[in-house]
């Protein structure tokens, strides 16, 4: 093998590797978005913030959402003792299609003092889109049942999606509308997010991969040309 050769077999297996690492950006997009609750209690209403961290991962043909509340929310005036309070919530689906999925979670692990901010354990709950796309999940109406009483907590700061996914609809189906938002974007489910970096990134893997692999063939024609010059 010439030292041509030797020198152009490296820089094509470079080329190609710095390509694929472009092309393999990510489709997920999370944020901790602090949501400020106005809580209706048996006492009277209350409000708190707690930022709310969403997470999914893929399970046969749905995702599993996982929401974790980083900070408590209302209080009670009595102690709760362990496993008297079983809380529940909605996520709220937007982008590809509108939906509310339903989550919920382990009663307290340990007693509450009273009027001590109430940490919620996480809250679990499947998601199976009806639509392939990007999909937005979004912290909705939390509840708290304990000692005979329901707490309702609504968020009211219009908090933006915790988690934005690419989803895929068992049987592939159409994706859904677009639009606009990001993590500090309105509540619910009315906006697609742009997700910024994950789509430039997939667009400068794409060009990335043709300048380089358009060099790499530039450097195998240059050789050849070497050599029907030197024969």
């Not at 050769?5 to 590797?17: I, N």
């Not at 339903?102 to 919620?120: D, F, L, S």
Request: glycine fraction near 14%.
């Amino acid at each position: 093998m010439t030292d041509r050769k030797r020198s152009t077999a490296p820089a094509l297996a470079s080329a190609l590797a710095a390509a694929a690492v472009l092309l393999a950006a990510p489709a997920a997009h999370a944020d901790v978005v602090d949501v400020a609750y106005d809580c209706q209690t048996p006492i009277g209403d209350k409000s708190a913030v707690s930022p709310i961290d969403i997470k999914a991962v893929k399970e046969g043909a749905g995702y599993k959402l996982t929401m974790s509340f980083q900070k408590g929310v209302s209080s009670s005036p009595v102690e709760l003792g362990k496993g008297a309070m079983s809380p529940s919530a909605v996520i709220q689906v937007g982008g590809a299609e509108k939906a509310a999925v339903p989550v919920t979670g382990p009663p307290n692990p340990e007693a509450v003092p009273a009027n001590t901010p109430i940490k919620i354990t996480d809250l679990s709950g499947t998601y199976t889109p009806k639509k392939s796309g990007k999909a937005t999940f979004t912290a909705g109406v939390l509840t708290i049942k304990a000692l005979g009483t329901t707490t309702t907590c609504t968020p009211g700061n219009s908090p933006g999606p915790s988690l934005q996914l690419d989803v895929t609809a068992a049987g592939g189906g159409d994706s859904g509308g677009s639009g606009s938002g990001s993590g500090g974007g309105s509540a619910g489910a009315e906006a697609l997010p742009q997700t910024g970096p994950t789509d430039s990134a997939l667009a400068l893997g794409t060009l990335g991969a043709t300048v380089l692999l358009t060099g790499a063939a530039g450097v195998l024609w240059l050789t050849r040309r070497g050599r029907q010059a030197e024969s």
